[in-house]
């Protein structure tokens, strides 16, 4: 194991409440000191000594919604091209859906992933159980034998749970488990032909909408079940300005329940869509800039807890139709960190809360180690020029699929290293 001093280094550390100017002492892949006054700590014989610049050192990010897919659709990503872009993008640890061919709904499908992990990642995967057998809702899995193998959260991905008494359960024997049930909601029904946001640019392009609605009653549905049940309950991705009340008001009255929002909800709204972009084409949809607005709020307030890429890679023949037949979702494992940036170089949110919702909140939420830079926490973290300019290009992509919908977008700030356990996984080619 290398052992490494980052100096000269802005160290944001949320987990310490610590933004300021120091080093970062990495001794046999674990944090030894960090900070101002890490210097004091004296350097490990044979330690590699790394000037960074006044470049910002930062805990890892944690993705917690990471679609990816093998098993059935390695010709959209693998688990081994999911963790490479993630390392371009200072990704340290990611959340892998269950939603997989097949379904990661039994022990043997968690081993294969943590395995495959291993055998070929160059970050931290993290498999996530399907709540229900198949997705589909119905039948419940073993949530205490998929844990034991190394589940870290209960969810049915891009699939709701219409039934109230299966969502109930499933939140009891979680309860008991001291798992987290993650859950994106939408309604079955309502809005269930909608391919965007419901309202009069969606009638301007001729195109059925989904209500917000179709979103909130199902999340309140939840909320109260949540509360019911007295269970940890995260809503995997929200994205309009009542379902962030709806989470605000269950949080006020003492409910165990957290909240994401994947990046393209803070930095696209509707009229993104142009004229018929399918890379715009998502789940949930974009929102109106009015939402797009309130979300940063609540971001900001702790109302919503994490931010997500929801990367989803589709691959050509998905995305190249009419805007209603595509397939809905994108990739964002690259392109997170660099838009979430515009939040900060926009004044919108300081740059330590930043932080804290793509790295230290998404570890504590699922249990993970990581997250920080204290002495003792494994040395996963992400090195950012946070003034660097570069422009997202397609065939720059490490995705095996290239359904951004950052394509060509002009970003400030950029991951130029990442270490996992210690090791340097990836580092800028200008660097």
Known sequence: MTNLVLQ?????????????????????????????????????EG?????????????????????????????????????????????????MMPDTDPVIDDVALVEFVKRTAKDTAIINIHPAAAITRQLIGEEMTEFGLLKEAGAVAFTNGRNTIQNAQVMRRAMTYARDFDAVI??????????????????????????????????????????????????????????????AQAVKNSKDSGAKVTAGISINHLCLNENDIGEFRTFFRLSPPLRAEEDRLAMIDALREGTLDIIVSAHDPQDVDTKRLPFADAAAGAIGLETLLGAALRLYHNDSISLLRLVEVLSTA????????????????????????????????????????????????????????TIVGGRIVYQDDNQ
């Open 8 to 44: 000269n280094a802005r160290i944001v550390d949320p987990s310490q409440t610590m933004d300021e100017h120091g080093c970062v002492i990495i001794k046999d892949g674990k944090i030894a000191a960090s900070g101002a006054k890490a210097h004091n700590q004296g350097v490990p």
């Open 182 to 243: 993650a859950s994106e909601t939408r309604d079955q029904h309502l809005g269930a032909t909608g391919v965007m946001n419901e309202g009069l640019f969606a009638s301007w392009l001729g195109l059925s909408g989904t209500p917000r609605e179709a979103e909130l009653i199902p999340l309140e549905r939840d909320l109260r079940l949540a509360a019911l049940t007295r269970s940890k309950y995260h809503a995997a991705q929200i994205s309009c300005a009542m379902s």
């Open 47 to 95: 330690a590699t000594i790394i000037d960074l610049n006044g470049k910002a050192v930062m805990p890892g990010l944690v993705d917690t919604r990471v679609f990816i897919g093998e098993p059935g659709a390695e010709y959209r990503e693998t688990i081994a091209s999911a963790s490479q872009a993630a390392a371009a993008g200072g990704i340290t640890s990611a959340i």
């Open 362 to 417: 998404p570890a504590r939420i699922f249990g993970l180690d990581a997250g920080s830079l204290k002495a003792g926490s494994i040395a996963d973290i992400a090195v950012v020029d946070l003034d660097m300019p570069w422009v997202v290009k397609q065939e720059e992509l490490r995705s095996r699929s290239k359904n951004t919908c950052f394509e060509g977008a002009r970003l400030q700030g950029k991951a130029v290293m």
